[in-house]
């Protein structure tokens, strides 16, 4: 394969798409990035990354900031233990390294939320080490051009593929070799319908020559995710409306919600909104108006949030489930972090309390 690597890197060079975090070897900024590209399209990443480093422009801004501000800022971006897990990061890294990130992979990987592919892109774009990254991008085009038979889901294929690789990373411009082989992947050897005619590499390339792409890589068949039917509350009750904040050992912890849960068998949705009014927060209400539904998908579910207007009976609200709750007023729930799916809820609200 080593003779793909000069026609890999001119293509780069020419064709390479401009990112906030591209041209700059500062390895904090680097970090956020890959954090924030991980299961993340790069359109949907840039306006988030411009924000987050406005406001925590180093490892010090990020491990002072309040918890709050730091979800605030990922609002909408999902899989929120991305950003707590940068931020328990950056605390450990200013109380013992002098708030600066390790300068190479394997002590890289000892900083927790960093793993081999974070640890890679780090060492090589900003340090310069030889290590290459492996990602579905680079799974795909190594699979095609080697036409690899192995499962690329198991641990086994990563490390067959990053030893390969090893081999043929260039000791200069190490990171850029890797953005490379990323950006062909993202912009070229696509999953659907590969440019082959444009690729660099088609003359290296056994799944072109044979017309065998299409079957790589080779994955096996994630099993249908579980669906659920979540009905929530929005409670509103002289003028404020009444949220929650999720446990820190729960999923999406930090986060705030309208009290709400999973709809159990033989229940309706809003018998599951009074039902789960009453264990979470402690309060009766009756449901009104249906203002919304919202599907959502996390890795290894999907969800419908179904949403609802209630009306405060009796009780005083009480976290019985998660941390805190709060009555706040209608435009104050922009201040508070809220998981995606609510972000669509919180706008029917807004449009249906006009
Ligand atoms: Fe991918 Fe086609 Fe290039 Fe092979 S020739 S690496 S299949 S784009």
Known sequence: MKELVTPLLAWYNLNKREMPWRDTRDPYLIWISEIMLQQTQVETVRPYFDRFIKQFPDVSSLATANQQQVLKSWEGL?????????QKAAKLLV???AGELPTNFTDLLNI??????????????AFSEPVPVVDGNVFRVFARINELEDDISRPQTRTLVFNSLKEIIPTENPGDFNQAIME??????RPKQPKCDECPVAGFCSG????????????????????????????FFEGKVLIARRHENQMLAGLW??????????????ECVIREFKEEVGLDVIVTDKIAAVNHAFTHFTITVHAYICKHISGEALPLSGSEVKWVFPEELSQFPFPKANLVIIKSFLDHIK
Do not use: Q
């Open 95 to 97: 109380d013992e390294i």
């Open 208 to 235: 072109f020559r044979k017309g065998t792409f299409s079957g790589f890589p080779v994955k096996k068949k994630m099993k249908e995710r579980p669906h659920k039917e979540i009905a929530v509350g929005l409670c």
């Open 257 to 270: 919600e309208f009290p709400g849960g999973k709809l159990e068998v033989g229940e309706t949705l809003p």
């Open 78 to 86: 999902g899989y929120y233990s991305r950003a707590r897990n940068l």
């Open 184 to 189: 062909l992947g993202a912009l070229v050897c």
């Open 112 to 125: 927790p939320g960093i793993g081999p592919y974070t640890a890679a892109a780090i060492a090589s774009i």
